[in-house]
């Protein structure tokens, strides 16, 4: 008989009913340390003050009112975002998809007000993740995606993943007459926290202003101060014309954000794009007092010093277990730990030692923490991760 609940994720036999900052409490009592915060979401960690005092605030005023008016919690948040990035103006969705799905359209309606109604060819990459929807699942296009889900949304070339000079090449042949937009997540999340080179990204902003290409960022899991800076592109230097963010800028509560410049967004108009749910009221004051927390340089430097902290931890972890690890990649507090097993079992083992982390492709452990992770959780986190490393070696 089928569950309840529609059975589409592999699900660990844990429930927990409370959370405090990086902790997570389960039915039976057990504290886990939470090194996955919802896959990136938790960027303050569970049960912030300042946002479960703001959440209530709200619920108590206004929950939500449809977009046919004026919403100026919503206002406030677009012009917070618009002062801290490249980007002149702001849509709010509920989730990273929705966002991915806004962020083709509004690639394509450009190039077509523009008088190329032909370019509508999107260039994305190998390993990639933009969500679930049949728009996001023809972007990424792993067979894992897509199979039994066709006909895709056509349009779509897949790439290898840039890191060389040779990657460029290829993405400069792929770009044709026919082409709209370039997709790619600076840091590969589910892929298995792959970093693009800040001079393969400096290379494909050039290659994009050059031949017209509109170059979209989804920054959903790598955004929101995770790498130490507000938005991971940052790190290199250049910008994107469209970018997509969620996860985090919700601190737990569904909100997801296309961020564009003006030009970008000339297409649309009244009436070409909208949302029920999208830019509510009580999501957009939780979001405005995270983009408030998060955007302050000294909390951005302390997620820098944070993840410097734990990297030399995790490399420490790494010379310890050879047997088990083979090294660390990622930037800030988003990083990955190349495993020898099956990342899912060290997953698992981390359950015994009361330590949860994520699984990714490339054979890759998630380690993606609260980004206020207190220093003596991130020991505690190290302790409980050689534990489970050491159960994993003895039973090998
Ligand atoms: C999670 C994720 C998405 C999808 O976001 P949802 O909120 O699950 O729809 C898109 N892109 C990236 C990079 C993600 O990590």
Redesign the pocket.
Do not use: P
């Given at each position: 008989m089928i569950p309840s609940v529609l059975p589409t994720y592999n699900r660990a036999p844990i429930a927990f009913v409370k959370g405090e900052g990086s902790w997570l409490i389960a039915e039976d009592g057990r504290r886990y340390l939470d090194l996955g915060a919802g896959?990136a979401v938790n960027a303050l960690g569970h049960a912030h003050p300042a946002l479960v005092q703001t959440l209530t605030d709200q619920a108590r005023k206004l929950w939500h009112v449809s977009n046919i008016y004026t919403i100026p919690e919503q206002e406030r948040l677009a012009r917070l975002l618009t002062e801290v990035s490249f980007a002149d103006t702001v849509f709010f969705t509920n989730?990273?998809?929705e966002a991915?799905e806004l962020a083709i359209k509004m690639a394509r309606k450009f190039h077509h007000e523009a008088g190329q109604p032909e370019r509508t060819g999107i260039v994305a990459f190998e390993g990639a993740?933009?969500?679930?929807s049949t728009g996001a699942i023809a972007a990424a296009g792993s067979e894992k995606m897509v199979k039994g889900f066709g006909p895709l949304m056509p349009g779509f070339t897949h790439l290898k993943w840039p890191a060389s000079d040779a990657d460029h090449a290829a993405i400069r042949a792929a770009i044709t007459d026919r082409t709209c937009a370039v997709i790619l997540?600076p840091i590969q999340?589910?892929g298995g926290i792959r970093v693009v080179p800040d001079q393969c990204l400096k290379g494909l902003r050039d290659l994009c202003g050059e031949t017209g290409t509109l170059l979209i960022f989804?920054e959903?899991?790598c955004g929101m101060g995770r790498t130490g800076r507000l938005f991971a592109h940052e790190w290199a230097g250049i910008t994107p014309d469209i970018m997509m963010v969620?996860?985090g800028i919700g601190g737990g509560f569904p909100l997801?954000a296309v961020l564009a410049t003006e030009r970008a967004a000339s297409g649309m108009t009244a009436g070409t794009h909208g949302s029920t749910y999208g830019g509510n009221p009580l999501g957009c004051a939780v979001g405005a007092k995270v983009v408030e927390i998060l955007s302050d340089p000294a909390f951005l430097a302390e997620v820098a010093r944070k993840g410097a902290l734990m990297r030399q931890g995790l490399e420490s972890l790494v010379a310890r277990h050879p047997q088990m690890f083979d090294s660390v990649r990622g930037e800030g507090l988003m990083l990955g730990l190349k495993c020898k097993p099956a990342p899912a079992e060290v997953v698992k083992a981390g359950y015994s030692a009361g330590v949860l982390t994520v699984a990714a492709a490339d054979n890759v452990l998630r380690l993606l923490p609260a980004l206020n992770i207190p220093d003596a959780d991130i020991a505690e986190a190290l302790t409980r991760l050689d534990k489970a490393a050491a159960t994993l070696v003895k039973a090998a």
């Open positions: 896959i989730s990273g998809t991915a993740f933009h969500g679930r997540e999340g589910e989804d959903v899991q969620a996860k997801g």
